[in-house]
């Protein structure tokens, strides 16, 4: 059973990390920009992770884990901002090669307002629950960030990708939160979020998980395409 977090990891990157080396994907070749992203986007949710766990926003069923522990986080928390990020950031890229954009930048742009303004009127109605507020708000901020500040060209695609994305998240998230289980591998404190619950899961993981992945992305392809920049001047 203390096994059981690790194996989580493990094979929620097993296979993309397997697939990484297909000559028609060749995802390897881009691990110069995604290993600097992923470190990167690694230790900021760290530092959240172990703040809340400090607080007793959540905390975890020793039970489930191996005992190795890094600042107050077990390894194996660790290991998921990296491991869940590979999965996400690989589907993306494969995903990629065969999604066309589908919506108009106006449409796009509409869409990320829309998710604006509901992110921010939820954050504002339950400003008691810190995990709520948090993640709410902090992905609103990120959202205009990509999209007003940076101007990415691609958040239509990531809306319907991580759409995909969430069945593999239920999945994962369900294990983690006790689906299957005796007790939950992750407990949450039902006094900082909303209650409500996917399954076991609290709704805020949804949009938590979504802050992760599009933070990686941003980053990763953000050196990307600076390394193509580079590439083409000399």
């Known amino acids: 059973m203390k096994y059981t977090y690790l194996l989580i990891d493990f094979f929620t990157i097993i296979v993309p990390f397997l697939f990484s080396f297909h000559p028609k994907l060749s995802f390897h070749k881009t691990w110069h ?6 470190i990167i986007t690694g230790i900021i949710f760290i530092v959240w992770d172990s703040y809340f766990t400090y607080l007793g ?16 986080l077990p390894v194996e928390e660790v290991l998921f901002f990296f491991c869940i990020p590979y999965a996400c950031v690989f589907t993306f890229h494969c995903l990629d090669l065969f999604i066309e954009k589908s919506f108009s930048k106006k449409m796009e742009e509409k869409i990320t307002f829309g998710l604006v303004v509901i992110f921010v009127v939820v954050a504002s109605f339950n400003y008691s629950y810190i995990y709520t507020t948090s993640t709410f708000l902090s992905l609103a901020l990120l959202l205009v960030i990509s999209s007003y500040i940076l101007k990415i060209k ?4 990531f809306y ?5 994305l969430l069945l593999p998240f239920l999945i994962v998230n369900g294990l983690l939160t006790g689906t299957g289980l005796e007790n939950p591998v992750v407990w949450y404190n039902e006094t900082a979020f909303m209650g409500i619950r996917i399954f076991t899961i609290p709704l ?4 938590y998980g979504m802050e992760l992945i599009l933070l990686n992305l941003l ?7 600076r ?3 580079k590439k083409s001047f000399k």
């Not at 926003?57 to 107050?72: A, C, D, S």
């Not at 691609?154 to 695609?157: G, P, Q, V």
């Not at 319907?160 to 995909?164: Q, S, W």
């Open 33 to 38: 920009a995604f290993f600097p992203a992923v």
């Open 160 to 164: 319907l990708i991580y759409a995909i």
């Open 219 to 225: 980053i990763y392809y953000g050196l990307l395409n």
């Open 204 to 207: 805020e993981d949804v949009f």
């Open 57 to 72: 926003i959540w905390g975890f069923n020793e039970q489930y884990l191996t005992g190795f522990e890094i600042f107050n």
């Open 227 to 229: 390394m193509k920049i």
């Open 154 to 157: 691609w958040l239509t695609k």
